[in-house]
């Protein structure tokens, strides 16, 4: 069974940069599509991108050309790069393991194995 470990969240002032890990254990997670989900309190999870096995990669339309995510097999690790962040960034964040090789969603549903979070926080 995939086991997912989050990791490089923390607090850091508006324009400044973190990098979120995302670590594969029991299994690896070449064959799957990594998604990053955030939540923030009292909103839904929503999708900030995701990368799958072909190294395709997607964002949503509120990170684009902020966030970078991209995956080191030889680690088992999948990466979030986030830069020029804002306040309104601010959530607990997640990665997700999907089945389905060369598809990435969105949407939490195709997403079966969930790290922990890590939280993030914008704010000067």
């Known amino acids: 069974q995939v086991q997912l470990v989050e990791s490089g969240g923390g607090l850091v002032q508006p324009g400044g940069s973190l990098r979120l890990s995302c670590a594969g254990s029991g299994g690896t997670l070449d064959y799957y599509a990594i998604g990053w989900f955030r939540q923030a309190p009292g909103k839904e999870r929503e999708g900030v991108s995701c990368?799958?096995?072909?190294?395709?990669?997607y964002y949503a339309d509120s990170v684009k050309g902020r966030f970078t995510i991209s995956r080191d097999n030889t680690k088992n690790t999948v990466y979030l790069q986030m830069n020029s962040l804002k306040p309104e960034d601010t959530a607990v964040y997640y990665c997700?393991?999907?089945?389905?090789?060369?598809?990435?969603?969105?949407?939490?549903?195709?997403?079966?194995?969930w790290g922990q979070g890590t939280q993030v926080t914008v704010s000067s």
């Open positions: 990368i799958d096995g072909s190294r395709r990669t």
């Open positions: 997700a393991a999907a089945p389905t090789y060369s598809y990435c969603s969105g949407h939490p549903g195709p997403y079966q194995y």
